[in-house]
């Protein structure tokens, strides 16, 4: 079975080493650090981890990294006054505004405040729509991490058929466009399955690769997936457990103990996708510090 894992942790300590060698060389160089912030509006605390892990992954590679830690009950205009001086300061090379945000502000809106120049998660339509052109852009954490998950792990997907289920503007429909574009790491058939779909296990069997992004614990079968297939767990479910020494365990979209048995290569759930997301975060950093993107 061991053969059969995507490691994602060990590619994306591959990749922070590569991040931190970039990082050392414009510090020796006389430049500061790249610099990435995040603001967090209310105590939701998978956002909570999710900051936390990012501090922790930009100490580890030489980038600095503040938190703007806000109140449940910010208001729209005191977010945007926040946006309005991250979007100035010329410390800082680009942040992200965590999501979800409080119920009573409207995330479509604040994240068209962020100068895209400065937007490292990609949401902002100048990037989504730069993306969907094949124009340099900031690609969105997670499919930048899954298309780097694949190519890393040596799976070619020109000419295959990928099939994705889940059409989020986060993952399902960007890691889509991102597989589909005429590109080294793309040029694959694509398949954007959603809730409306009908006849879904008839569709992913045709998979030669399965990205599986719905948000059901467990959701994806052995018998929806082809023998030999390649299968990419996006899902990330806290689920309880009192035999865990934790109280919960940790599980995907997918089914791993009897997809595993079909499936060629498959990520695990945790281990696979998640590392990829924050490393990609770091890359995007480093990026905007270079002036990659936009000069
Ligand atoms: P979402 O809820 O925004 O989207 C889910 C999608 O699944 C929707 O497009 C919906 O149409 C589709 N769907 C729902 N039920 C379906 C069904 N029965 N048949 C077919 N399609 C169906 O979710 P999201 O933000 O894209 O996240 C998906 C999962 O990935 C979640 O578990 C989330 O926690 C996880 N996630 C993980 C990472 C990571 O870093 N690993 C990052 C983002 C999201």
């Known amino acids: 079975m061991q053969e059969k894992l995507i490691d994602g942790k060990a590619i994306a300590e591959q990749i922070k080493k590569e991040i931190a060698a970039e990082t050392a060389a414009i ?17 939701d605390p998978a956002s909570e981890t999710y900051v936390a ?59 068209e405040h962020i100068n895209p120049h400065k937007d490292v998660d990609g949401f902002h339509p100048v990037n989504t729509g730069r993306m969907m052109a094949g124009l340099p852009s900031y690609l969105p954490a997670t499919p930048f991490g899954i298309i780097e998950l694949l190519h890393r792990s040596g799976i070619q997907t020109a000419g295959k058929h990928v099939v994705v289920i889940g059409r989020s503007n986060i993952v399902g429909t960007p890691v889509s466009v991102l597989l589909s574009r005429k590109s080294p790491k793309g040029n694959a058939t694509v398949t954007l399955c959603h809730s409306q779909t009908v006849n879904l296990p008839e569709l992913t069997k045709q998979a030669d690769i399965l990205i599986a992004a719905i948000g059901v614990p467990s959701f994806v079968k052995a018998d929806m997936v ?39 290569r498959i990520t695990p759930v945790p281990g696979g996708v998640g590392p990829l997301t924050i490393v990609s975060l770091l890359s995007n950093t480093l990026a905007a510090n270079q002036k990659k993107i936009y000069q």
């Open 27 to 43: 510090i020796d160089a006389g430049k500061r650090a790249p610099h990435l912030a995040a603001v967090l509006v209310g105590n």
């Open 226 to 264: 082809k023998h030999g297939a390649v299968v990419i767990d996006v899902g990330i479910h806290r689920i309880t457990d009192d035999k865990a020494e934790k109280g919960y365990v940790i599980k995907g979209d997918v089914d791993f103990d009897e997809v595993v048995k079909v499936a060629s």
């Open 53 to 111: 892990s990012k501090e922790k992954a930009c100490r580890q590679v030489g980038i600095t990294s503040s938190t703007y830690r806000l109140p449940e009950k910010t208001s729209e205009k005191e977010l945007l006054n926040i946006i309005n001086f991250l979007n100035k300061d010329e410390e800082i090379d680009g942040f992200i505004v965590q999501l979800p945000l409080p119920a009573h502000l409207n995330a479509d809106s604040i994240i």
